[in-house]
């Protein structure tokens, strides 16, 4: 895995706000760790295409992977180029006027051509990075894709070069004129918020909450 | 405000998991109306450009803001067509098998051209939207905007026509082969949670918190 800080390019390159921007590749990641959630569209006979999907990250890249007949990972796959973003919403932040009402976040945007993952030992490997990301320990437990199952997964790799963060902390800024208004500014904190786990009717009798569920340190993050 | 169902278009037409569609306008505007934040993308010189940002609704527009410079915006105002995403996840569904490890999510895609709104009394209100969409209450007590930050804002109104939800709900749907298996499976609920609100420490100590954040209705929901 690279140590080097992303370069900014003309794509990734903040023009407004530049204080926000983060470049550096263990801030970048933290993020993408943190999230479970992306974005990524492609563009595609003039229209753009976006879904939300789940994503890992193995090293240097993001690793995808929907149904075989997905429209943006087919076209990804085929060649087209992809954007990702990683959302993180902290907070919103409450100003004394309208104007400097601002959000809180940590987002991620990754520019780039992704590679087909063909292979089913490195696919299967793929799809238990994904699952790890999400919820760790899942994968000692569920049952392993068989290979049809896996015949009909596309995974994607997209390599981390052309990446930018972007990032909101802090209370409002309001403008000096304003600090006397009668007005409550402040932040108020969001985050992501889990269980309890609801187990499926069908589940056998002797088996037990795994501990990632009632520990869940994957959920337990927040501001 | 319309109340007829959308139509489906070759675009919004889901071809799998076609039992996740919905087109009912009161569905879709509720998913609309519970989200705050979208993913807005359109193509601008072979490079797909995706900003997450806030966004309201007026009756049969999405309402989208942002600071004049800001590329999407600007683009879109020029008359790219926008792709606009709202997402919202509501759980992990833990399977038996990896292979049927899903979310629960509810998600709206929006195609179309958006028209940038430049009066200046319209783009208060279109403001004020957005600003009650978040936070309901906030903007009988923030500073109205002055003509000079109207001036600086970019605001779009998003044509709500060609527009699908996709729906994912309840637990996991297993192989009857593995059903037997020893793992546990069922749903982790998940819901963006708020609070407690962090004061700034220049508020004046005769403002109280506003009651619309000690009881935050906006984000009291969950699974």
Not at 120 to 138: C, D, N, Q, S
Not at 182 to 210: F, K, Y
């Amino acid at each position: 895995m690279s140590d080097a800080a992303f370069v900014p390019t003309t794509r990734t390159a903040l023009r407004r706000h530049r204080e926000r921007a983060q470049y550096d590749r263990d801030a970048v990641y933290a993020i993408l760790d943190e999230g479970f959630i992306c974005h990524a569209a492609c563009a595609v006979d003039g229209t753009v295409w976006m879904i939300p999907t789940a994503y890992g990250r193995d090293g240097d890249h993001l690793l995808l992977h929907g149904a075989a007949a997905n429209h943006v990972l087919k076209a990804a796959a085929a060649g087209a180029e992809l954007t990702v973003t990683v959302t993180l919403i902290d907070g919103l932040v409450l100003a004394r006027s309208t104007f400097h009402h601002s959000l809180n976040y940590r987002s991620v945007v990754v520019f780039g051509q992704a590679i087909e993952v063909t292979d089913p030992v490195e696919k299967a490997e793929a799809l238990t990075v994904i699952v790890e990301h999400m919820l760790p320990g899942r994968t000692g437990d569920a049952r392993s894709p068989t290979g049809r199952e896996l015949a009909s997964t596309r995974v994607l790799r997209l390599p981390l070069d052309e990446v930018s963060a972007k990032v909101r902390t802090g209370g409002p800024i309001d403008d000096a004129e304003d600090m006397g208004l009668p007005v409550w500014a402040g932040v108020l904190p969001l985050r992501p918020a889990a269980g309890p786990a609801r187990p499926d009717d069908a589940n056998r009798a002797d088996v037990a909450v795994p501990a990632y569920l009632t520990q869940p340190d994957r959920w337990s993050g927040g501001p």
